[in-house]
């Protein structure tokens, strides 16, 4: 799995180097760093909707430090158990 956190202007302003922090920290604690890749980018073309990323395809917008572990729990450990009962 591939998470692509947005770097660009608009996105740092609005916390997205917390966000990777966070990120980093969380894959360490659920020892998911080898199982999950993260990436930097620039701009998606979304700057008004807040920090952006992309779980492999899928785009989340309005990324915050308040919600990145919701999300994280959310969105991206499921979408890990989807791919793992796939690749099985």
Known sequence: MTITICIGSGCHVKGSRQIIAVLESLLKQYHLDAQIEL????????????????????????????NITDIFHHQI????????????
């Open 39 to 66: 990436e930097a980018c620039f701009c998606q073309e979304r700057c008004n909707e807040g920090v952006v990323i992309k779980i492999n395809d899928s785009l989340v917008t309005g990324v915050s430090k308040e």
């Open 77 to 88: 450990l499921e979408e890990l158990s989807h791919e793992h009962h796939y690749n099985q």
